[in-house]
C-alpha cells in the first residue's frame, strides 16, 4: 500500500524557518517524483516544489525560489522541504504528493498526475 506522511508543519514568526518531512512507504521511493503543494486558506492548492531522484531535478514555484529547499534521502524514503525567511502569505496546509505513472519532472507535471498524496501538516507564519 502506497503511504505519505507529511509532518514537520507549525507555528512561526515571519523570518523564521521550518522543515517538513514526507516519509514515503510501498514504493519504491527513488524512482518517482515527489512534490510538495499547500492550500492557503480561501485560495486553491498551489504546487510549491517537486523533485525527482531519477533525473535529478527540482522545480520551485516563484514565490519561494531562494527561500524554500527541497531535498531527498532515498535511505530514508524521505523528501525534506526545508523553508526558511517565511512570510505571512506562506501560511497554508501544505502536503506531499507522489507520481507514480512516470519517473522524471520532464514535462513538469500537473496536479491531476499525482496519483497519492499524504494528509496535509499546517504552517502558519505570524507577522
Known amino acids: 500500500e502506497v503511504q505519505l506522511q507529511a509532518s514537520g508543519g507549525g507555528l512561526v514568526r515571519t523570518g523564521g524557518s521550518l522543515r517538513l518531512s514526507c516519509i514515503a512507504s510501498?514504493?519504491?521511493?527513488?524512482?518517482?517524483?515527489i512534490g510538495w503543494f499547500r492550500r492557503a486558506p480561501g485560495k486553491e492548492r498551489e504546487g510549491v516544489s517537486c523533485?525527482?531522484?531519477?533525473?535529478?531535478?527540482?522545480y520551485y514555484v516563484d514565490s519561494v525560489k531562494g527561500r524554500f529547499t527541497i531535498s531527498s534521502d532515498n535511505a530514508k524514503n524521505t523528501v525534506y522541504l526545508q523553508m526558511s525567511s517565511l512570510k505571512p502569505e506562506d501560511t497554508a496546509v501544505y502536503y506531499c504528493?507522489?507520481?507514480?505513472?512516470?519517473?522524471?519532472?520532464?514535462?513538469?507535471?500537473?496536479?491531476?498526475?499525482?496519483?497519492?498524496w499524504g494528509q496535509g501538516t499546517q504552517v502558519t507564519v505570524s507577522s
Open positions: 504528493a507522489a507520481i507514480l505513472r512516470r519517473p522524471t519532472l520532464s514535462p513538469l507535471p500537473e496536479e491531476y498526475e499525482y496519483d497519492y
Open positions: 510501498g514504493f519504491t521511493f527513488s524512482d518517482y517524483p
Open positions: 523533485t525527482s531522484s531519477s533525473d535529478d531535478s527540482t
